[in-house]
């Protein structure tokens, strides 16, 4: 799984880049049954919300995975920019999960 990684209104840094990657790719246990006909590519987007608050939910993430017929989306707002990254993880293993739940058993409904 490739992770197209985009900032908007923040620096990407190397060390946030590797820890978006670190946590994001670990999502790729769920995606190894749709990457039988090719990489897929996750686009992952974090952006500060706002210039001049300092405190409160400034910070947005956003990752977008195309899976054969669906379109997995999972979104996370805070006020850090790496608690954001960890909740969108989560969220974004819950959305996998139901996706590869879906396709197993529609796989087991053919046979």
């Given at each position: 799984?490739?992770?197209?990684?985009?900032?908007?209104?923040?620096?990407?840094?190397?060390?946030?880049?590797?820890?978006?990657?670190?946590?994001?790719?670990?999502?790729?246990?769920?995606?190894?049954?749709?990457?039988?006909?090719?990489?897929?590519?996750?686009?992952f987007k974090?952006?500060?919300?706002?210039?001049?608050?300092?405190?409160?939910?400034?910070?947005?993430?956003?990752?977008?995975?195309?899976?054969?017929?669906?379109?997995?989306?999972?979104?996370?707002?805070?006020?850090?920019?790496?608690?954001?990254?960890?909740?969108?993880?989560?969220?974004?293993?819950?959305?996998?999960?139901?996706?590869?739940?879906k396709a197993?058993?529609?796989?087991?409904?053919?046979?």
């Amino acid at each position: 799984m490739k992770i197209d990684i985009s900032c908007v209104g923040l620096d990407l840094t190397q060390a946030f880049s590797d820890y978006v990657e670190e946590k994001i790719g670990s999502c790729s246990d769920f995606v190894k049954r749709f990457e039988e006909k090719g990489e897929l590519n996750l686009f992952f987007k974090i952006a500060r919300t706002t210039k001049h608050h300092i405190h409160g939910d400034v910070f947005t993430a956003e990752a977008m995975i195309q899976l054969p017929g669906k379109m997995v989306h999972a979104k996370s707002i805070g006020s850090d920019a790496r608690a954001v990254v960890d909740e969108l993880k989560d969220e974004l293993k819950i959305e996998l999960r139901k996706q590869k739940e879906k396709a197993v058993s529609k796989s087991k409904g053919r046979k």
